[in-house]
Every structure is written in C-alpha cells, then in structure tokens.
C-alpha cells in the first residue's frame, strides 16, 4: 500500500504544482503574456498534457498486463520525477524566446506518457490483492495520495509565494519542481522491492496472458472502457476545476491572495487523506452505485454556492468552500472509483482496460477542464457557464454508473467469459 501510495502523491504533486504553476506563473515567465492569454496558453499546454496520457495508457498498460504492475510501476515513478524536476530549470521566455514554451511543451508531454500507466498500476497492486468488501476501501488508499500530492505542491508553491515578487518570479517557483527528486528516490526504492499481485501471478502461473491485451480489451470489453471514461468524467471536470482554474479566478478576478488560496487548496488536501478511504470503505457497505449517486447529487447542488462563497473574498468562507468542494463533493464520487474501474475487466487486460478507459477520459475532459472554464469566464467573471458544464459532467458519469451493474460484492474475474461486456 506505501508503494502504491507515494506514486499516487508523486502523480498528483505534479500535476497539482503544475496546475498552480500555470494559473500563476508559467504565462508571463514562459509565454510572455501578463494576461488572459498568457493564462489561456498556460492552460492550453496544461491539457497537452492530458492529451499525451492515452498514449501512456496504452503502452504501459500493455507492459502491466505482459510484463507485470511491478515493473512498470518502478518506470512510471522514475519517469514521473525527472520530468517535474527538469521544468525547474526551464529557461524562461525573456531568456530564450519561443524555446521556453516547446520545452515546456516537450516535458508536459514526456510527463503525461508515464502518469498515463501510474494510476492503474498503483491501485491494481491493492485492489488485486483485495478480498471482496474491502475493494472500496483498499482500492481508495493509493488513490488517497492524491490528496497528499495536493498538500505537498500547495504547501510548498504556498511557502515559496510569500518570497517578495522578485525573488518569487526568478527563483521561488522553481523550487517546488526541483524538490520532487526527494519523492523520486524513495519511491522508486521502494518499488523495486514489492512482489507481484496474485491476480497477474495466478495469470502467470497458469500461462493464461493475453498477447495483445489492448486489442483484446477493446474488442471484447468495449462497454466496459466506454463506462470507465464515463465514470472518470465528472472528477475531472469538477477537480482541475477547482484546483487549477480556481486558483486563477479567485486571484485575478475576485482578488484574493495567493496564499489564502493555496493554503486553503492545502488545508482540503489535507482532509482527503482521510475522505478518500472513508468514501471507498462506505462504497464497500452501500454500493458503488449508490455512493457515486449520492456524490454526483452533492456536486451539482453545491456548484453555484462554490463560487457563490469564493466571490464573498472572506477568507474563512473561502476556505470553507474548498474544504466542501473537495474532501466531500470530489471524493464521494472519486474514493470509490479504483474499486469500481477495476471491477469492470478481467485480470488478463484489467491494467490496460483501466489505464486506456482513464486516461482517454482524463485527456478528454481533465485535462480540456481549467482552459474551458477560463474561456468561459474570459471578459465577464460570470461563472453559469461553468456551473452548466460541471452538472453536464456529473449526468454524463450517472449515466456510465448504471449503465453496468453493482460489482461491489463480485469477485475479480480472471477469464473473460466471466466478464460482462
């Protein structure tokens, strides 16, 4: 579970630092745009990013079901560290013109191929050696590293934004990616000495591994990875909502500080270690269906009382808002997830299914999510627009849930004959 669980932090670090990053930095420092734009093109290589994870998805969720979790888990964690410690020492557009964005460019797509096979991976090393009933929960403990990669990139972006704004625009931002080869080390250390699951020994074992396991899952389970895009999208939607382009909104256009923002984007994180298995233990007891459902509600009731509070620029019911949009809203439909993506697929193609279903997903809608909301808020601060395309999403991921039948209570299936399609 730790060696699952430090990929998740590290995933999450980076992309969190480099949501923070774009929302605050990355537009005049290597866009050269003060403005809209320069956050508008921030976000855009924000989503290429997303858009390079399928691609990830694909390759290594091949490797997982071929070679082995362990394995690929160990090139993830690597590829994930060097990729956010070399945007530390990107130079910047004053220094090199057009050579700072196709660098940044080049290392956000480098980074989104490896996160594209983490995910997976690291909650198959737990769910796969789960009995049924404790899934939801076992499933949550990797994917509650997202919540402890929020609080590490927003605590330290936090601490080095209270440098003077010189010193903050030279030197401060880089820091934060330069201090993710700590994570590097200890988690690919550890890594290297996990065993492999039971679910890929007993298909190893018996000889039974697919050859070609994409091609076997999308011509055998193509419902199955259309529901796990489903599923995913209103996380996405809603959570780099939030997490990126709130951080930009309330700054720019409420004019709340910096710090209160990524304190308060801290403080929530903070509580998600502890919400993401609560809500995966409770889907144990209740039902995927039903936890998700009651998620999904929730999130599209609280949307415009979300802004409703930001835009009050009190810090309290500032922080409040992030603490409910968060630990309850999010994760009610995300603690539950790695349990229930999981359950759809055979053992044989379970790494590609969910690495392919989610990452498709997650480059579709995730990644598309904090440069939409900008677009829509561009020149008028009003934020309907946004509120309707966050319901949309949660319809959409209601929808993918009861399209499939409750797995809560199944066993993992190990041949695909077993496996509804």
């Known amino acids: 579970m730790v060696a699952s669980t430090v990929g998740t932090v590290m995933e999450w670090y980076d992309f969190n630092l480099y949501g923070l990053a774009s929302a605050l930095v990355f537009g005049p420092l290597i866009f050269g745009k003060d403005s809209t734009g320069g956050t508008l093109a921030s976000f855009a290589t924000y989503a290429v990013g997303f858009a390079a994870r399928p691609v990830g998805g694909m390759v290594l969720g091949h490797l997982g079901d071929r070679v082995g979790r362990k394995q690929v888990l160990v090139v993830t964690?690597?590829?994930?560290?060097?990729?956010?410690?070399?945007?530390?020492?990107?130079?910047?557009?004053?220094?090199?013109?057009?050579?700072?964005?196709?660098?940044?460019?080049?290392?956000?797509?480098?980074?989104?191929i490896f996160v594209g096979g983490e995910f997976a991976g690291a909650t198959l090393l737990t769910v796969e050696n789960a009995s049924p009933g404790r899934r939801g929960l076992l499933g949550a403990v990797p994917a509650m590293g997202t919540g402890g990669g929020f609080v590490l990139a927003s605590a330290v972006f936090a601490l080095v934004s209270l440098l003077p704004d010189h010193a903050f625009l030279t030197w401060g931002w880089r820091v934060p990616f330069l201090v993710s080869i700590v994570l590097v080390g200890f988690g690919a250390w550890l890594r290297r000495g996990i065993g492999e699951t039971e679910a890929f020994q007993r298909i190893e074992k018996q000889e039974r591994k697919e050859r070609f396991p994409l091609l076997t899952v999308l011509r055998r389970?193509?419902?199955?990875?259309?529901?796990?895009?489903g599923i995913t999208v209103s996380g996405f939607v809603f959570g780099y909502s939030v997490q990126a382009f709130a951080v930009s909104y309330a700054t720019k256009t409420i004019g709340i500080s910096k710090p209160v923002m990524l304190w308060g984007i801290a403080g929530a994180s903070a509580l998600e270690i502890f919400t993401i298995p609560f809500w995966g233990w409770l889907s144990d007891r209740i039902g995927?269906?039903?936890?998700?459902?009651?998620?999904?509600a929730f999130t599209a009731a609280y949307i415009f009382p979300f802004f409703a509070l930001l835009r009050t620029g009190n810090t309290v019911l500032v922080v409040?808002?992030?603490?409910?949009?968060?630990?309850?809203?999010?994760?009610?439909?995300?603690?539950?997830?790695?349990?229930?993506?999981?359950?759809?697929?055979?053992?044989?193609?379970?790494?590609?299914?969910?690495?392919v279903g989610r990452e498709v997903g997650g480059a579709i809608f995730g990644g598309t999510a904090p440069f939409i909301a900008t677009a829509l808020t561009a020149?008028?601060?009003?934020?309907?627009?946004?509120?309707?395309?966050?319901?949309?999403?949660?319809?959409?991921?209601?929808?993918?849930?009861?399209?499939?039948?409750?797995?809560?209570?199944?066993e993992l299936k190990d041949s695909l004959d077993m496996v509804g399609a």
């Open 77 to 112: 964690m690597v590829g994930m560290g060097l990729c956010t410690a070399l945007l530390g020492v990107l130079p910047t557009h004053a220094s090199a013109g057009v050579v700072a964005p196709i660098l940044l460019i080049v290392l956000r797509v480098a980074q989104g």
């Open 221 to 229: 389970q193509p419902g199955a990875v259309l529901r796990v895009m």
């Open 288 to 296: 995927r269906r039903l936890m998700v459902t009651l998620g999904l």
């Open 320 to 355: 409040f808002a992030l603490v409910l949009a968060l630990p309850i809203a999010k994760d009610m439909v995300f603690g539950p997830q790695a349990a229930l993506v999981a359950e759809q697929f055979d053992s044989r193609v379970r790494y590609s299914g969910v690495s």
């Open 379 to 410: 020149g008028t601060g009003n934020t309907t627009a946004i509120a309707g395309y966050i319901i949309a999403a949660c319809v959409i991921t209601l929808i993918a849930v009861y399209v499939g039948r409750e797995t809560a209570k199944d």
